[in-house]
């Protein structure tokens, strides 16, 4: 289920600013020759992405789950002077192609690209970090945020995608994934660090604020 028909998604796409030729090739790239291509934000999310950023200026970026980079440069867009960004991804089959595409971008010093299960690196990255996209698997949404939550600067953000999960996330039914989905909607919602709006673009986002308690 797409929130945003076609041609609604069409106009919103020309009344945004388009892709740089680089992000727009990653883009085309990704879709011709790389498994899944759903799964990279495209257009609309990345310039939203790119804008909260900008908005942060953020020192430190974490993101979880790198795919092909695509999500990363348009969070990078934002960082301030000094920034860094480190991101993390369990597929090392798509590494070459990731780090060609950060040097074309002109980010690889500022980035930090971690190749493994990041549910065993983000405990051992220190903080604060100012802005956090969590984007990888489902069924470990809600331990991501425990391991990152007190190593966010108050006032700083987690963005989590695909938190509609298709649509999914209405349906009695559920599978592994959307129950897990479920379960970390309704964890933010009832958590009293945070305040949170679910954003409908694309396949969801959960925008989350740290709280100064
Ligand atoms: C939805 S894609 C990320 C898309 C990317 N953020 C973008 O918007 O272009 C999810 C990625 O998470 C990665 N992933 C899945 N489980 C992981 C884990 N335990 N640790 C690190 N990465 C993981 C997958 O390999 C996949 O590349």
């Not at 065993?120 to 996209?133: C, E, Q, Y």
Request: hydrophobic fraction near 40%.
């Amino acid at each position: 289920m797409d929130i945003l028909n076609e041609d609604l998604l069409h106009y919103s796409e020309l009344h945004t600013t388009p892709e740089s030729p680089l992000l727009k090739a990653i883009n085309r790239d990704t879709h011709a020759k790389v498994m899944m291509p759903r799964m990279l934000s495209g257009h609309l999310q990345g310039r939203v992405l790119s804008m909260i950023s900008k908005l942060i200026q953020p020192k430190l970026i974490l993101e979880i789950g790198t795919y092909t980079g695509y999500s990363a440069i348009c969070l990078a867009e934002g960082l301030a002077p000094e920034g860094k960004l480190i991101t993390i991804d369990i597929n090392e089959e798509l590494q070459d192609k990731v780090k060609k595409y950060f040097d074309e971008a002109g980010l690889s010093s500022k980035v930090q690209y971690r190749i493994g299960d990041a549910t065993k690196i983000v405990s051992t990255l220190d903080g604060p970090f100012d802005l956090v996209f969590i984007d990888a698997d489902k069924e470990n949404y809600s331990r991501y945020y425990d391991m990152v939550i007190d190593k966010v600067r108050e006032g700083g953000i987690i963005l989590a995608d695909n938190v509609l999960w298709s649509g999914k996330v209405l349906q009695a039914k559920q599978d592994k994934d959307t129950r897990a989905i479920v379960e970390f909607n309704k964890k933010i919602q009832q958590d009293i660090r945070v305040e949170n709006v679910l954003l409908p673009i694309r396949d969801g986002i959960l925008m989350i604020r740290k709280l100064s308690l």
